[in-house]
């Protein structure tokens, strides 16, 4: 049996390069923490589940946080779980200030032994061009990625609020 974090490791990789040392973070769905171990990185976890140890017990439904109270959100292996994934999204972009992270498996592209479609927690699955139309019709500036290892895939999306997309360019303009 592979072990979980080296399972991990691309996506935990690709998460961590969407992020500066200087970045306010919260992460939403931090279930065992594992995206944050070994990492320099401290941020303010957020789980329905107290079993979890977060430092904060709360539903993504309805976060108890102030508008852009973090620079970067994390949303990591949750929304194929939630009741509803749109409100989720919503709760993350109204709290980030600069940006949105999000990983979903894309779990039509993993090999029978790694357990396609066999999570019963799984309420929805997700494939690049239906997330990117989900990410659309919510109105937000993104960019996304495939994340691969061995049989698994992952969606990786990177959403950008436009306040700070607006500041990046002014910034560069200013330098020319």
């Excluded at 430092?55 to 009741?83: C, G, M, Q, R, W």
């Excluded at 709760?91 to 600069?98: D, L, S």
Aim: aromatic share 12%.
């Amino acid at each position: 049996m592979v072990e979980l974090w080296a399972m991990k490791m691309p996506k935990i990789d690709w998460i961590r390069n969407h992020i500066s040392l200087a970045d306010t973070l919260l992460d939403i769905g931090c279930s065992d923490k594992g995206v944050w171990e070994h990492a320099p990185y401290k941020p303010t976890t957020v789980d329905i589940n107290p079993a979890w140890e977060p430092d904060i017990v709360a539903d993504a439904h309805s976060l108890p946080f102030e508008d852009n109270s973090y620079d970067v959100v994390t949303i990591t292996e949750i929304l194929e779980h939630v009741k509803d994934d749109k409100k989720c999204l919503s709760e993350a972009y109204r709290i980030a200030r600069k940006k949105v992270i999000i990983t979903v498996p894309w779990e039509e592209m993993w090999t029978e032994e790694f357990g396609r479609f066999k999570n019963p927690d799984h309420i929805r699955y997700y494939t690049p061009d239906g997330f990117r139309e989900l990410l659309m019709e919510l109105g937000l500036v993104f960019s996304t990625d495939i994340i691969k290892w061995g049989g698994f895939m992952w969606i990786g999306v990177e959403i950008y609020k436009r306040d700070a997309l607006q500041s990046k360019f002014r910034a560069v303009r200013r330098r020319r």
